[in-house]
């Protein structure tokens, strides 16, 4: 069965009408691009995607990558599909056109990169991953090292990792334990093992620059003790010329339970004393670096999650328009002739939850998105200042909502499917294999909830959360013209309400016993995520409506009325499950705190 990648009209919709694209062209950044020049740089996505990055999507779930004779060895199609993207020029999607680059705004380049995914996420994951690392190097990187390095990542020539996670700490940054230590030449000695290191060993590129977060001598104890380090696999002199094997090794592949294109490593640094790094920024400062390229990984875990949950409903949808199975509740005729499952109610509740969550989480992405093109190119200081924050508050909700809830999506599709859903002759099991990780990688569930209620919600004085109660004050006034939507709109409103008193009422207990403010903080997590996602909804139904009587009698019509019934269904089923939630919040309730390890 061939899918689509993603519905073009949704992606149309969502980049020209909803986001305005066509906008950021008045920035002299982007006055050289036009509308066409963006649909151009899409259909060349969608060629690469459909061409040479979903056929192998299968292959390499089947056949993951394994080590011959101390080689990483993957399905051929892998090496062909990245080597395409590369010369197309998408590692260099925003980057200046004197360097190379085709300067389209992170806007665009994120819907492009939505296909890539879409098509297949491990394979992306590679490349994805480079143009992270060489955004670290061209921010914080001197410029020695931005010789040696960043053309290449740019080019495709290297790859890319960040390599954070050590066995005996898991999330805990904290408890690192890989060291740096200064040699004379201003080069430092790396020693450590670090593990699930994503495309930390392959055969794709000349060479693998990994960022690795280690303590120098005599550094504090905690994340305030972490400095960042180019540590390449192969040695690479001033001229950017690849020399010898660096002191890197892989300790092995990790085999998981989806996601499988993509090696997962332990990688064992200066095993024999001779493993060389490079300091990146200032001393200690190394995870404040790695967060630059964090929250952009965690915007891209959200893409990925959303791109799966769209591929597995657009898979069950086909499914449900083609499968003949039953007949309507009230026909007991067992002679009549049997309907497309779609016609069944139980069907179409499943598919509309399932285009509720995944429409609606590609929304938000694509405000991120434009957040990180109005904090680079904003035509004030002010405007980019508030794009900053805003995109700090909501980074968590991208990335986690499509995690729990497009995976959620995944689910349903693999039970409307039925038993063939479960059988690997249909793909919506590998989405939903694939899927589950993202609650985990980049930033657990746990973490992004305590992060989210304990810093973001609060820091300056919550001026972000200012900020945003602003931008759904300013789509809520529009809905209320909108006879249409007014009642969602005044939903909104309450609900909005909710959570910014609730954050209030917790505000004395996180400074005083903030143990007890965070130990639910997941019910904050998943209540606000879910107002988010409602304002992305109703953002989207501002613009529906209001195209809406001039599409009557088109296919447009149906596509619009579409949004509408979508956008209706998270407001009815959807928003309400967040008074509960604050509720539960606020009583402080102890229960998980006061259940002792020896009672289970």
Known sequence: MNEELISRRDLAFQLFEVQNAQGLTQRTRHADHSRETFEAALATAHRIAEDTFAPHNRAADEAEPHVVAGEVVMVPGVQAAVRAYCEAGFLQATADESAGGMQLPVLVAQACQSIFRSANVATTSYVGLTASNANVIEKFGTPLQQARYLGALREGRFFGTMALTEPQAGSSLSDLKTSATPLDDGSYSIKGNKIFISGGDHNLSENIVH???????????????????????????????????????????????????????????????????????????????????????????????????????????????????????????????????????????????????????????????????????????????????????????????????????????IQILGGYGYTREFPVEQYWRDNRLNMIHEGTHGVQALDLLGRK??????????????????????????????????????????????VEHLKPTLASDGEAALANAHLFLEAFGHAVLAWSWLKQAVVADAALPAACGSTDESFYRGKLQACQWFFRWELPRIGAQLSLLRSLDDTTRNMQAAWF
């Open 211 to 413: 960022l690795v977060l280690a303590r120098l001598p005599g550094s504090p104890a905690g994340v305030k003790g972490l400095s960042l380090f180019t540590v390449p696999k192969f040695r690479v002199d001033e001229a950017g010329r690849v020399g010898a094997r660096n002191d890197v090794a892989l300790g092995g592949l990790i085999h998981k339970c989806g996601w499988r294109g993509t090696t997962s490593t332990l990688l064992s640094f200066g095993e024999n004393g001779a493993c060389l790094g490079e300091i990146v920024g200032q001393p200690n400062q190394g995870l404040a670096c790695m967060f630059h390229m964090m929250n952009e990984a965690r915007i891209g875990v959200g893409m990925g999650a959303i791109m799966l949950g769209y591929r597995g409903y657009l898979a069950s949808l086909r499914y449900a328009q083609e499968r003949v199975q039953g007949r309507p509740l009230g026909n007991k005729d067992p002679l009549s002739p049997p309907v497309a499952l779609i016609e069944h109610p139980d069907v179409r509740r499943m598919l509309l939850a399932q285009k509720s969550y995944v429409e609606g989480a590609y929304g938000l992405a694509m405000i991120a998105a434009r957040l990180v093109d109005e904090q680079r190119t904003g035509e004030t200081e002010s405007a980019r200042t508030e794009a900053s924050l805003l995109l700090e508050l909501l980074t968590p909700i991208v990335k986690s909502w499509p995690s729990q809830w497009c995976l959620e999506a995944n689910s349903l599709a």
């Open 457 to 502: 919600v609060v820091m300056k004085s919550g001026a972000a959360l200012m900020l945003l109660t602003r931008e759904m004050d300013t789509t809520i006034a529009l809905a209320l013209d909108a006879p249409l939507l007014r009642a969602h709109a005044l939903q909104l409103q309450s609900a909005w309400g909710d959570i910014v008193s609730s």
